[in-house]
């Protein structure tokens, strides 16, 4: 075995530079100046042997410690797998783990010669998740954030609702989060959490990341939101970290530029809107009067019924909503066993169905789903053909009835409480939201400026949905519709209905809805889109447009 096998690079970099001290001397005196070189050398070699070897246990020691803390973290983890990775900063550090600190990890270990692990983990590295999949959880970090409204703080000391595995975000966890929305040229985002890394390390937590790189961030993101004054108390503050720092230097004098211009720029128009006060007062007030007026942008509206905020139905609306046993005019399979049956929302009438499926048959449509679920697709009004969708977030899988019996019953089930054909609705689709998985607000059926919509099926529109819920989720994950202020919030065991289509087959603009990011937990449904062929008896049309 060779000298390099045994120790490794480092140690044969400087064996190479050791046995380069005599070199160009010639004869007797060359041979002397080797010999007593030769000690000096051997005694070198000794001691770097001594420093290799700290640092071979220095790096042991470090693997180690990543190995104790990873065991311990994973033992917990897989004792509850769903209930774990239904926090979404655990998922969010699992990808981060994975995509980046592994690596890390393998690049430590790589200083030294090894086999086993090394090629384990080669081998293991397809599977592992890519930069884009760590990107994308840091968005869906930033998309619960934003939609319910919690501070970075919050997330980061993992003080989230119904958690059970409650999980620290670090410094460098924040720092990470910080640098993605930086790289979208997120600046808001970038702001919040490269504040919340200095915050934390101004409290004294440990961290491989500096002050003054952290500061450097966030410098630029407040002064990219034109927030200059704070600018400069930040790069004030960098230079007394870091008297030397080019950019801080550079930018100290450019940000004190830029504000006395802005504040000669202010002076001038102060001087003009003197004169004007008070029609800029009165223009004002009709600028909030008209704002008063304005309706809330969808999105806003959309964000405020997943907090569980937004429009209330009236007490008067309310006592109109009532629960019964249904049977469907007499169906004979519900004679005996009627199913109970909720109004959730007036208009558009949104029922519930409770114990509507069971347990077992629950895990066998998982079962059946899980081998297959690819990221969910919608219908491309263009094309009529299925494709992927940013605002569409989620994990989806098609089930068809003669691959189980389970199957078959749902279908046969869905079809007795509802009375509609089943032969001309879509196959059974089963969907998994995940950390921040979402679907923005939509409409299942296809609009007049979407006469290809579902073409290719050769069933006309969307007439019903059909939800089931086949999961309780913690925090998050209801069943929105924007327009009318209802929030329909998962419950296991239970599905929801409506009708899409008005009797006349028009489309009722009022069933846009969306499924709310999933919080904390996770969201599984499944959902069967029933088509207009097949109900011409079943659902007569309707004379008027609306009816």
């Known amino acids: 075995m060779t000298h390099s096998r045994i120790f490794g690079r480092p140690f044969q970099k400087l064996l190479g ?41 220095n790096r042991l020691e470090q693997v180690k410690e990543w190995a104790d803390k990873l065991d311990s973290l994973t033992n917990t983890a897989t004792q509850d797998p769903e209930g774990f990775l239904g926090h979404p900063v655990n998922a969010f550090k699992l990808v981060k783990r994975l995509n980046s600190e592994w690596g890390d990890l393998e690049s430590l270990v ?33 998309r619960l954030q934003d939609t319910y409204q919690l501070s970075a703080n919050t997330i980061s000391n993992g003080d989230l609702p119904g958690v059970v595995h409650k999980s620290r975000m670090t410094v460098a966890d924040c720092f990470e989060l910080g640098k993605i929305a930086y790289s979208e040229a997120d600046y808001y985002h970038t702001e919040l959490w490269m504040a919340q890394a200095l915050t934390q390390l101004d409290e004294g937590e440990e961290s491989t990341i500096e002050k003054v790189t952290v500061m450097d961030y966030l410098n630029y993101a407040i002064y990219q939101q034109g927030e200059l004054e704070r600018a400069l108390e930040l790069t004030k503050r960098m230079l007394k970290l870091d008297p030397n720092h080019q950019r801080a230097n550079g930018n ?8 006395e211009k802005q504040r000669k720029a202010e002076a001038e128009k102060k001087e003009q809107e003197d004169k004007k006060r008070e029609k800029k007062v009165l223009d004002k007030r009709d600028a909030q009067r008209k704002r008063s007026k304005d309706p809330l942008p969808e999105r806003k509206k959309y964000e405020m019924l997943c907090r569980g905020e937004g429009v209330k139905m009236t007490p008067r609306r309310q006592s109109r909503l009532f629960c019964r046993y249904f049977d469907n005019n007499h169906n004979p399979w519900l004679l005996l066993a009627p199913v ?57 899988a098609w089930l068809y009835e003669y691959e189980h019996s389970t199957i078959e019953k749902i279908n046969q089930r869905i079809e007795d409480v509802t009375g509609l054909e089943m032969d001309t609705a879509e196959e059974l689709q089963v969907a998994n939201y995940g950390v921040g998985g979402q679907y923005e607000p939509h409409f299942d059926f296809g609009r007049k400026d979407e006469p290809d919509a579902f073409k290719e099926l050769g069933t006309g529109n969307r007439i019903a949905t059909w939800l089931f819920y086949m999961s309780d989720v913690s925090a998050g994950g209801a069943t929105v519709f924007p327009d009318v202020g209802a929030a329909v919030w998962p419950k296991k065991g239970t599905a929801v209905f409506w009708y899409n289509l008005f009797a006349s087959g028009e489309g009722d603009y009022s069933t846009r809805h969306a499924a709310c990011p999933v919080l904390v937990g996770n969201k599984w449904v499944s959902n069967k889109w029933i088509h207009e062929r097949g109900q011409e008896f079943r659902r007569p049309c309707a004379m008027s447009e609306m009816e």
């Open 17 to 57: 530079s050791s046995l380069r001290l005599c070199r160009g001397h010639r004869g007797h005196q060359a041979a002397g100046c080797q010999m007593t070189d030769l000690l000096y050398t051997e005694k070198d070699l000794v001691t770097s042997l001594k420093e290799y070897i700290r640092q071979e246990e």
């Open 110 to 142: 790589l200083k030294d010669t090894t086999n086993g692990f090394i090629s384990n983990l080669t081998m293991q590295r397809q599977f592992f998740p890519t930069e884009e999949d760590q990107t994308g959880a840091a968005k869906a970090l930033l």
């Open 252 to 259: 100290l004098k450019y940000f004190e530029f830029q504000l």
């Open 340 to 396: 109970k049956q909720e109004d959730e929302w007036d208009r558009p009438r949104i029922v519930r169905y409770h114990d509507i499926i069971s347990d077992s048959e629950i895990k066998t449509v998982k079962e059946l789903a899980k081998p297959r679920l690819k990221r969910a697709t919608v219908h491309d009004p263009n094309t009529g053909k299925l494709t992927t969708a940013h605002y569409r977030v989620s994990k989806s």
